[in-house]
């Protein structure tokens, strides 16, 4: 299946682990394979970032936010195919910028042309 | 006799349902900021936002099977652990025909619901009024 991520940073203190990524991991697991496309927002998931700081809040140390990069790697290891489409990666100023090991960039309509090829497509 | 609101100088009413984008997070990193600062704020939670601070959703998330022992904290409890730190300063107040009217009738005790048509003594009881998101 090919799931279309193009909304990012949702509720970081709500979801904390509980985000696309986990998803993507588990439809991976159950449905015989997952290609991800990161676009929009998402592309900026697709390039090296230092991880979220902790947060204090009433005292209380927060630090166990969704980390994006590291659930990449997670999705790659398990052999996901993770895809960046280069108009979000310009959007956002990251045309100079090498993504991650493992992640292809692509251009808008390449992976539009090879949705006969999956036989779900979604967004996540 | 009706018990008159606490003042404070900020009411923020948040609107924006959780789990779509970091209204919360940042709704919360701006009322630690304002407390640190010595501020004096209310939350008026609406819509969606009321169910952050149910009871059911206990101290943490369900388990991330991908990291069996670490405890996520629930929204529920961060709320209840920055309303006990700061007593005198926060105050946190639902909306209650939103909580109705989204099946959560069961809210952390420091929480008090409120009708919606005694909001404007909410904005009375504050120095200003800043809304978050949408409904």
Same mark, same amino acid.
């Not at chain 1, 900026?44 to 204090?56: D, G, Q, W």
């Not at chain 2, 948040?14 to 779509?20: K, N, S, T, V, W």
């Not at chain 2, 936002?49 to 009871?55: K, N, S």
């Not at chain 2, 990291?67 to 926060?90: F, G, Q």
């Given at each position: 299946?090919?799931?279309?991520?193009?909304?990012?940073?949702?509720?970081?203190?709500?979801?904390?682990?509980?985000?696309?990524?986990?998803?993507a991991a588990e439809l991976h697991r159950q449905l015989g394979g997952l290609d991800m496309l990161l676009r929009?927002?998402?592309?900026?998931?697709?390039?090296?970032?230092?991880?979220?700081?902790?947060?204090?809040?009433g005292g209380r140390e927060l630090a166990t936010f969704s980390v994006p990069r590291t659930n990449l790697g997670t999705l790659l290891d398990a052999g996901a195919g993770v895809f960046v489409e280069r108009e979000g990666l310009a959007e956002h100023g990251l045309t100079d910028v090498e993504?991650?090991?493992?992640?292809?960039?692509?251009?808008?309509?390449?992976?539009?042309?090879?949705?006969?090829?999956?036989r779900t497509v979604c967004f996540l | 006799m009706r018990k008159s609101l606490p003042q404070t100088d900020l009411l923020l009413?948040?609107?924006?349902?959780?789990?779509?984008?970091?209204?919360?997070?940042?709704?919360?990193?701006?009322?630690?900021?304002?407390?640190?600062?010595? #501020?004096?704020?209310?939350?008026w939670a609406c819509g969606y @936002? =009321?169910? $952050?601070?149910?009871?059911a959703l206990g101290e943490c998330k369900p388990r991330n099977p991908a990291?069996?022992? #670490?405890?996520?904290?629930?929204?529920?409890?961060?709320? @209840? =652990?920055? $309303?006990?730190?700061?007593?005198?300063?926060?105050y946190w107040y639902g909306c209650r025909f939103c909580s109705d009217d989204r099946g959560a009738d069961d809210h952390l005790a420091e929480v008090v619901m409120r009708p919606p048509a005694r909001y404007a003594e909410n904005v009375a009881a504050a120095g200003k009024t800043l809304v978050i998101g949408v409904m």
């Open positions: 299946m090919l799931a279309i991520v193009e909304q990012a940073y949702r509720g970081a203190l709500e979801k904390q682990f509980f985000d696309c990524f986990c998803l929009g927002a998402a592309a900026t998931y697709a390039v090296p970032a230092p991880e979220p700081v902790s947060l204090i809040l993504p991650i090991d493992g992640i292809t960039v692509v251009e808008g309509q390449e992976l539009a042309r090879r949705w006969p090829d999956y | 009413t948040l609107m924006g349902a959780p789990h779509a984008d970091d209204t919360l997070t940042d709704t919360l990193r701006l009322v630690q900021a304002l407390l640190d600062s010595g #501020t004096r704020v209310s939350v @936002a =009321t169910l $952050l601070t149910q009871r990291s069996w022992d #670490t405890e996520y904290p629930s929204t529920a409890a961060i709320i @209840a =652990t920055m $309303l006990a730190a700061h007593p005198e300063h926060l």
